[in-house]
T-cell receptor
Framework: EADIYQTPRYLVIGTGKKITLECSQT?????MYWYQQDPGMELHLIHY???????EKGDLSSESTVSRIRTEHFPLTLESARPSHTSQYLC????????????FGPGTRLTVT | AQRVTQPEKLLSVFKGAPVELKCNYS??????LFWYVQYSRQRLQLLLR??SRESIKGFTADLNKGETSFHLKKPFAQEEDSAMYYC???????????FGRGTSLIVHP
């Protein structure tokens, strides 16, 4: 089924650990995004990609990195997790005939202790 | 620069009452405007887009270029409408949407 998937859905991890949040979409979309969102709050764009080997930083300063080696896969990595990284991370994509409409994944809720 | 303003952080109404969630934007060109909704424990999803001129779940939104607004309206609110609503803007040719801060709608029985 065409969808956008995020794993894990929930993650509790200790300070200083390296983590990778996975995002995959099976819709063939070329544009992908990562947002940070605290519950019920606004979305902050942290990274985006317009296609394979294309990555850009968003508005929110972040200590994370991303890669786009395959169209369908857009992982987000935190080299050293800190309590300030505790938040929800949303992956989204745009493509196909819905040129500007974003499709969102279910999110990963990260807690850094 | 493009900007989206949702002046109300919280809107609380009773079931059956009319609802209007405000959205004002700032953009120099022709914008693409959207309303997204996030129900409790569900993913953020598109509710409607201005170009479609459609009604979804009883909601409508009209683009008013003179007032640079895209308010979301529903004549009779239902309890299941309780959710976070985000107004978003994309400039033509830009694939970096700008989101408003969101409005939490609570519909009381």
């Amino acid at each position: 089924e065409a969808d956008i998937y995020q794993t894990p859905r929930y993650l509790v991890i200790g300070t200083g650990k390296k983590i990778t949040l996975e995002c995959s979409q099976t819709m063939g979309h070329d544009k992908m995004y990562w947002y940070q969102q605290d519950p019920g709050m606004e979305l902050h764009l942290i990274h985006y990609s317009y296609g394979v080997n294309s990555t850009e930083k968003g508005d929110l300063s972040s200590e994370s990195t991303v890669s786009r080696i395959r169209t369908e896969h857009f992982p987000l990595t935190l080299e050293s997790a800190r309590p300030s990284h505790t938040s929800q991370y949303l992956c989204a994509s745009i493509g196909g005939r819905a040129h500007y409409e974003q499709y969102f994944g279910p999110g990963t809720r990260l807690t850094v202790t | 620069a493009q900007r989206v303003t949702q002046p109300e952080k919280l809107l609380s109404v009773f079931k059956g009452a009319p609802v209007e969630l405000k959205c004002n934007y700032s953009y120099s060109g022709s914008p693409e405007l959207f309303w997204y909704v996030q129900y409790s424990r569900q993913r953020l999803q598109l509710l409607l887009r201005h170009i479609s001129r459609e009604s979804i779940k009883g909601f409508t939104a009209d683009l008013n270029k003179g007032e640079t607004s895209f308010h979301l309206k529903k004549p009779f609110a239902q309890e299941e409408d309780s959710a976070m609503y985000y107004c978003a803007l994309s400039g033509r040719g830009s694939y970096i949407p700008t989101f408003g801060r969101g409005t939490s709608l609570i519909v009381h029985p």
